[in-house]
């Protein structure tokens, strides 16, 4: 995989090289197939969240306003439980801080100001943070971060859409393991960030948290009370927090993460 | 149920949305505290190794072992190859299905 190779702070002010068209081009291309590549698995979400009891409309109006894979899984996931909605919705938006460190990151490299920040912040997710913040020049940098966003949320409402709507027809769910698809698209979103030993010690204390936690307390409490197992450790551990960008795909086929 | 989960929804989806332009807009040296960067690193970890452990193996408030976890094996084993997001996930679905086709 290639890792973020962008200067620490400097944004790049630096005017667009000489040959921009052709790096133009390239960046296009790049962004329009790692957009293709994620959106797509708007499919999954789709079918899993009218599996858990959402209506199709919920469905679609969760990929539509909310546009953050790993919070709308978290959402219907805790539904799927059983669990309060609002508990799901809390653990959704715990997931969703994410995004603003992302867009710690992202805002002297865009500079946008205005109209055009309150659209760019809907379309900060994972995908469009890697294409973009790896760039040189702040031209490209937008043109990967717009492109990317703009081709992943296109393609993961219309996959969303399709998703949902063949849900519905399927009848039991369990019938096509789609309650196994959830596990494992869990476990494929957090899958990156184990790489580190500390992060491994994190997830295993989480789930074991979690796991006691499931016959004593009401479905969705289980997950947020897993969140104290960051706070805790987060607390207690030294040393620097790692950079936890997330890395531009190597080949746009493998997607690491929404 | 259903005006708690609009709700729900559409709060989660507004608070969602103000957390990507908070980013975007807040001065960076606030979260530049060892241990707020730390923490809001291990977040996600924490939370989505809970929902794998949850997802896979409650029933209820019951614990159970079923197909879900022969899906989550296939996944793991996929995930070790390298496969794509959407493999995977099929991937984990098939295996469940095709064990409770023939449990």
Redesign the interface.
């Known amino acids: 995989m290639t890792g973020s190779s962008a200067p620490e702070d400097a944004p790049p002010a630096a005017p667009a090289p000489n040959d921009w068209p052709a790096g133009r081009a390239a960046i296009i291309r790049d962004s329009l197939a790692v957009g293709v590549?994620?959106g797509?698995?708007g499919?999954?979400f789709g079918a899993v969240s009218v599996a858990a009891?959402?209506?199709v409309a919920?469905t679609c109006?969760?990929s539509l306003?909310?546009?953050?894979g790993?919070?709308q899984?978290?959402?219907v996931?805790v539904?799927?439980?059983?669990g309060n909605?609002?508990s799901?919705?809390?653990?959704?938006?715990?997931?969703?801080?994410?995004?603003?460190?992302?867009?710690?990151?992202?805002?002297?490299l865009?500079a946008?100001s205005g109209v055009r920040?309150?659209g760019?912040?809907?379309l900060?997710i994972d995908e469009s943070t890697a294409m973009g913040v790896t760039r040189d020049s702040r031209p490209a940098v937008r043109t990967g971060f717009l492109t990317t966003g703009l081709s992943v949320f296109l393609m993961w409402n219309t996959a969303t859409a399709i998703g949902a709507a063949a849900g519905t027809a399927i009848g039991d769910p369990?019938?096509?393991?789609?309650?196994?698809?959830?596990?494992?698209?869990?476990?494929?979103?957090?899958?990156p960030?184990?790489a580190d030993n500390r992060?491994r010690l994190?997830?295993?204390?989480?789930?074991?948290?979690?796991?006691g936690l499931?016959?004593?307390t009401a479905?969705g409490v289980?997950?947020l009370?897993?969140?104290g197992?960051?706070?805790l450790?987060?607390?207690l551990?030294r040393g620097?927090?790692?950079a936890?960008l997330p890395e531009a795909p190597a080949h746009p086929?493998?997607?690491?993460?929404r | 149920m259903s005006p708690t989960t609009w709700t729900a929804i559409l709060l989660a989806s507004g608070v969602c949305y103000l957390l990507k332009l908070a980013g975007l807009s807040v001065p960076p040296r606030v979260l530049d505290h060892p241990v707020v960067a730390r923490v809001a690193d291990l977040i996600p970890v924490a939370l989505l190794a809970a929902l794998v452990a949850v997802q896979v193996f409650a029933d209820g408030p019951a614990m159970v072992i079923d197909a879900r976890l022969l899906g989550l094996a296939v996944a793991l084993v996929l995930l070790l190859l390298r496969a794509p997001f959407l493999v995977v996930v099929v991937g984990a679905a098939a295996a469940a299905a095709a064990l409770r086709l023939i449990g």
């Open positions: 590549a994620t797509t698995y499919i999954s009891g959402l209506t919920q109006v969760l306003l909310m546009f953050t790993a919070s899984f978290a959402l996931g539904a799927a439980a059983g909605p609002f799901g919705a809390l653990t959704a938006v715990l997931l969703g801080s994410r995004n603003t460190l992302y867009g710690l990151r992202m805002a002297p865009l946008y920040r309150l760019a912040a809907h900060l369990r019938t096509y393991g789609l309650d196994a698809a959830v596990g494992a698209a869990f476990l494929a979103l957090v899958w960030r184990l992060n994190v997830a295993l204390a989480a789930a074991i948290v979690a796991l499931v016959p004593v479905p289980p997950v009370a897993a969140g197992v960051a706070l450790a987060g607390l551990s620097a927090a790692l936890e086929g493998r997607v690491d993460e």
